[in-house]
Nanobody, 113 residues
């Protein structure tokens, strides 16, 4: 299963680093992504990383967020800098497969002064 951590309350302009550990096999073969869901909104993909390491970001976080992975630790990370109130959401990780893994509980990120 997936377990996200690293969220919290941060002031605008601050930084957080999210982690997601996958408890299974063959992690290195999976394309992974970070998603977020703000109150009253649908879950959206924020950034993805292919098994080979190529990354993509939505325009809203381009240049501020960095997705990475450590296959030896079955972990995917999301470094978030220059955070804005609009980034407030519950953040989840998952594979980008048509049938993803069971969703984890996510980690809450709140950006507020």
């Amino acid at each position: 299963y997936l377990e996200e951590s690293g969220g919290g309350l941060v002031q605008p302009g601050g930084s957080l680093r999210l982690s997601c550990v996958y408890s299974g096999n063959r992690f290195s073969l999976f394309d992974m992504a970070w998603y977020r869901q703000a109150p009253g909104k649908q879950r959206e993909l924020v950034a993805n990383i292919f098994s080979g390491g190529t990354t993509n970001y939505i325009d809203a976080v381009q240049g501020r967020f960095t997705i990475s992975r450590d296959n030896a630790k079955n972990t995917v990370y999301l470094q978030m800098n220059s955070l804005k109130p609009a980034d407030t959401a519950v953040y989840y990780c998952n594979s980008t497969a048509t049938i993803p893994f069971t969703w984890g509980r996510g980690t809450q990120v709140t950006v507020s002064s």
